[in-house]
């Protein structure tokens, strides 16, 4: 009898043995090609040389290479994966599908901060640095995620808290939308380009600093993946198993909010990858287990940002494309096509 | 006889007092369940059944009383020490995608798993042998999501099992469930307690199950506990009607079974039965709405469960005795004023002659006598 058990069990293994090998491959072929191509054109022997010998550090390649498209593509790997991580995390809170990382009025609130700071250091110092344009929505996200964890403990119902979350948002554009009424266009040009997401102002510097956030964020999930797979029966089940389901909802909570702060202050609110990327992955592997599933979102996450940011750069060059204008293009049908294929599978 | 089990019980509430939000819905609750007793809860829609198990399961803080189980104050244990004593089976109804029902089960050895959940061979085994417990080694493989109600709640309960506890929980397993699947899951229960050691308390709507699988039964009745014994003590006719407040109709504690209510008005027809015979034409008429009067019926004749909540009168006689001449010539005086009669056939022997006197009374007095139930 438990054949068909452990045959569904290696099978099982052998499929997500194979998405993750795929993963891999499809990640080395993106950063390959990212690496190579684009407005200074380089062979594939150069960018071996340059990047595994580190010498010609004059030439104009090592210099786009090293100064532009490694820092750009580790902050596309980065910030890619944690949209992806936290939309998963952000899904298994809600226990709904089309949940994302934003939904909590996250970027919102980095947009409300972002206009504030924007227009007060524009009147003061003449432009907004871009030290600046990071710091201010950092902490605006932190804000929103404050909110909504003082609402999280009073709450009974998490669909409120969706309500709460999309109202918080609410609140904050209209504040937003105020303030940009009175500015002038100069002072807004910075939270424009902010509010359609990019990865084109990478640097080491940010790399570093999203690397922390994230991997520490990442090593938090691989933590909550236990309770995470109890809290998918339900909270009453998760709560006679032993889980407190409180403090895992704080947990969850957290790491979503500070992953999503942290893609909303290097890159902005990129849409779509949080929602679509997880679905894709669950597609894939046949399996919602958290502990397949962290690990599976990060890493489609990255492969999917690496490639639309590619297609941002090189599909309509020398303009380069936002890169919501690419996720969305791409997520969008994806998540339609999923919904709709889902829907199917689960009649009986 | 509470104080006599306290020192074995496995689960004991002690003045319980539970609700919502601070606001005592059924106060003061007492009573004890020893290792491989069954308790059942028993009373109508809304009356705090499920609330009472959701405080026996922490899901709900108590508001005053304590819950021991196994002589500790639940206060006092750990989540996970609790995990292993205590399962529950929920009416929630919670869908995960992509789950195959083994995996589903093995949620249930969350507290024996270590950091990251990894099953060990001895974890594997202990859901397999939940699931041949519950007979569902057959569906280990496939999707949670697309099996039975029947099914599910086997896995449900599989589940629960599988986290090998002393106790088990559950609101109201058989709801959704058809009849083959309610008895084959009580059947799971009770042997599960009997062979297994494992304390049930669970909640019920089926009286006439919980009468048949309970050690022990408490009716819940809105805002107290309005009776609490064992199923011999409790199932009594009025104290089933009392609970549910049922005005029309009637239950019958001893058979399980349940009447409609009778039609009244002018007798219409006289019903000869006996020996289960008179059944079908009593409920016949029933649906009808045709007043009639049935008899003569020894105090042991089948027929008699249902035709005194039916009928609008009944003549019998003691078992294994002639009737009473006064009984006799009632029923005759019945016949005289009714339509007609209706012979339903029964067999007749040494011990009913007086039936096959009524038949012959009838047909002296000219009255109809009807043979089949499609005539009337």
Known sequence: MMKTENAANNRNAARCCAVFLAFILLYAAAVFVSVRVGSVQTTAKEVLHIVFTGDDSNSVAYNVIWKIRLPRLALASLLGGA????????????????????????????????????????????????????????????????????????????????????????ICSAVTDFLINFAKDSEIVNLTHWSLGSFSGATWQSVKISAAVVFAALVAAFLLSKPMGAYLLGEGYAQSLGVNVKALRVGLIIVTGVLSACVAAFAGPISFVGIAVPHICRMLLKTGK????????????????????FAARMLFAPTELSISTVTSAVGAPIVIWLMLSRRRGNEY | MNTENNASAKLRLDSLTVGYNGVPLISDITLSLARGEILTLIGPNGAGKSTILKSIARQLAAISGTVYLDGRNMRALGGKETAKKLAVVLTERVRPELMTCFEFVSAGRYPYTGGFGALTPRDREAVRSAMEKVNALDIAGKDISRISDGQRQRILLARAICQEPEVIVL????????????????????????????????????????????????????DRIAAYGTPREIFTDGTVKELYDIESGSFNALLGSIELAAPRGEIKYFVVGGAGYGIPFYRALQKRGVPFAAGILPGNDIDLAVALPLAQKVVRTAPYSAPKEEDLALAKALIDSAEAVIDCGAPSGEFNSFNAELISHASRKGKRIIRSAEKL
């Not at chain 1, 003082?150 to 709460?164: A, D, P």
């Not at chain 1, 397949?292 to 999917?304: E, N, Q, R």
């Not at chain 2, 959704?176 to 062979?195: C, Q, V, W, Y």
């Open chain 1, 290 to 309: 958290p502990l397949v599933m962290v690990p599976a979102s990060f890493m489609c996450g990255a492969v999917f940002c690496v490639l639309c940011d």
């Open chain 1, 83 to 170: 949209l992806a991580l936290s939309g998963f995390l952000i899904q298994t809170f809600f226990r709904n599908p089309i949940a994302g990382p934003f939904v909590l009025g996250i970027s919102s609130g980095a947009k409300m901060f972002l206009a504030v700071a924007t227009i007060a250091l524009t009147g003061i110092f003449g432009k907004m640095p871009l030290s600046a344009t990071v710091v201010a929505s950092f902490a605006g996200s932190l804000l929103s995620l404050l909110l909504v964890l003082l609402f999280t403990g009073r709450v009974k119902n998490m669909s409120v808290l969706l309500v709460i979350g999309i109202m918080i948002s609410y």
């Open chain 2, 171 to 222: 609101d109201e397993p058989t709801s959704f469930l058809d009849l083959r699947h309610k008895i084959e899951l009580l059947g799971i229960l009770a042997d599960m307690a009997k062979n297994g050691g494992i304390s049930v308390v669970m909640s019920l709507h089926e009286i006439d199950l919980a009468e048949r699988v309970s050690d022990k039964i408490v009716c819940v009745k809105g």
